[in-house]
């Protein structure tokens, strides 16, 4: 079955970094976009970036030269580094896989798994 384990969370100062990955089983990431979506105390979940293996990763604005989005193909493990980090970052971060690999990232229809989070905490 479809899992989606993330880890990397933690707490951060402002300006700081930190390294999220995603571990996927039961199905090869290669075919599929996956993405990095967070949710602040309050607001609505939103997409952080989206990648599939056919190009460039989607950013959001917000996150563009801060954040990169990469890939292990042969851990099955995606990656979300994040730098410059500001205290209305903080949030759960999921990641997500979405129902096949040729999707518009920018605009992509709603993931079909999610995995269960980790903690995102910048003090300012």
């Known amino acids: 079955q479809v899992q989606l384990v993330e880890s990397g969370g933690g707490l951060v100062q402002t300006g700081g970094s930190l390294n999220l990955s995603c571990r996927a089983s039961g199905f090869n990431i290669r075919n599929y976009a996956m993405a990095w979506y967070r949710q602040a105390p309050g607001k609505e979940r939103e997409l952080v970036g989206a990648a599939n293996i056919a190009g460039l990763p989607y950013y959001r604005e917000s996150v563009k030269f801060r954040f990169t989005i990469s890939s292990a193909l042969d851990k099955s493990t995606l990656f979300l580094q994040m730098g410059n980090l500001n205290a209305g970052e903080t949030g759960v971060y999921y990641c997500?896989?979405?129902?096949?690999?040729?999707?518009?990232?920018?605009?992509?229809?709603?993931?079909?798994?999610w995995g269960q989070g980790t903690q995102v905490s910048v003090s300012s």
């Open positions: 997500a896989r979405f129902p096949n690999v040729r999707i518009t990232l920018a605009t992509p229809p709603p993931p079909g798994s």
